[in-house]
């Protein structure tokens, strides 16, 4: 089975939960076809949810750009992991009690938001530090931080995405950041609260009341491995971070049930693929088949045949996953060569 059996993907999910960097957008320009995506679900009076390891911005703010960009959300659709990571501090700690934050203004807000007192200073006695992404974050507040670690402050990580998408290309994120006090202390934070961890998930399935949501995501190792924490499906667009090519190097807690190469997976069948299920590389040499294209793997991979570029990679999935490195592949034929180029995959 390579495709959804000629049914839409949405259909058979009671609630689509999305990230939003790299799915919907690209820092604050929409992705090809991402708006009409939702828009389309939105009138179809599908329930989705957005979550987000994003804590420079406040939820409003969140549905705010979203409206900018032509979809009529609401911020009680927004989850994003300063929120979470805020309600995590208020469950820990009394009403007034000083948390160091190290991030934007959107973090620091949403600490004041549940009763707690946001400082700058390790002198100011904080009992917890929490640290997300902020683009002004610099040497002196991870400092601060530092020795409000040592000194015995709880250690809250927003999360740890080590990078975010931009136009550019990938860029340092939250995770760069945690990892420059991790080194300076030697430890690892006390808490993790955003993806891959399974809390954002579970929070967005629990408020539609869902029994069968699909997660939608652009990296393996937040989006798909969280959802996988939280046991739901999910579908990889490549219009983010990972790339196919990452997809065939995935660890299985990273591999995602579907892939796409954008949310047009969620609605039309041949433009989506199904992993589960892939087909045994048979023979000597190791050699799989399906949707008019062929695997070889004997030494160098070597694709074969014609067909859709996705089915072609289900194919190098099988053979990745199963114990045949597929770290470079070479066309065997025109449509190959195409699919290749398409996927990224060529050399």
């Not at 006390?190 to 993806?195: A, P, R, S």
């Not at 892939?259 to 045994?280: E, I, K, M, S, T």
Request: proline letters at 7%; charged letters at 20%.
């Amino acid at each position: 089975m390579s495709g959804v059996q000629g049914e839409r993907l949405v259909d058979g999910y009671d609630l689509v939960i999305f990230d939003l960097d790299g799915v919907i957008y690209l820092i604050d320009r929409p992705i090809p076809g991402a708006v009409e995506a939702v828009a389309r679900l939105h009138g179809e009076g599908k329930p989705l949810a957005y979550a987000t390891n994003n804590a420079s911005r406040r939820p409003a703010e969140v549905a705010e750009l979203l409206v900018g960009l032509g979809v009529n959300a609401q911020p009680d659709e927004v989850l994003t992991s300063a929120v979470a990571s805020a309600a995590a501090l208020a469950e820990r700690f009394p009403a007034g009690a000083p948390v160091l934050v190290v991030g934007a203004e959107a973090l620091r807000a949403e600490v004041r938001a549940v009763g707690l007192v946001p400082v700058e200073r390790a002198d100011q006695s904080p009992v917890a530090v929490v640290q997300g992404y902020g683009p002004q974050v610099g040497w002196t507040e991870l400092a601060e931080a530092s020795v409000a670690i040592r000194a015995g402050a709880f250690w809250v990580a927003t999360n740890t995405d080590r990078t975010l998408p931009s136009p550019r290309g990938p860029l340092p994120g939250n995770g760069s950041l945690v990892a420059v006090l991790r080194t300076a202390l030697d430890r690892e934070p006390d808490l993790v609260v955003g993806k891959p961890e399974s809390a954002l998930f579970g929070t967005a399935a629990r408020q539609h009341g869902a029994q069968q949501p699909l997660t939608v995501g652009d990296r393996l190792d937040t989006d798909i491995e969280g959802a996988g924490r939280a046991g739901m499906d999910s579908l990889l667009v490549l219009t983010g971070v990972s790339t196919a090519a990452d997809l065939l190097l995935a660890s299985p807690s990273t591999r995602p049930t579907y892939v796409a190469h954008d949310l047009r997976g969620l609605f039309d069948a041949d433009a989506v693929v199904d992993l589960r299920d892939l087909p045994a590389p048979q023979g000597d040499p190791a050699v799989v088949a399906g949707a008019g294209w062929q695997v070889s793997v004997d030494g160098v991979p070597t694709l074969t045949g014609a067909g859709r570029p996705l089915d072609a990679l289900r194919l190098l999935c099988a053979c990745a996953w199963s114990g045949h490195p597929v770290t470079s592949v070479s066309p065997g034929s025109e449509a190959a060569g195409t699919a290749l180029r398409e996927l990224g995959l060529s050399h």
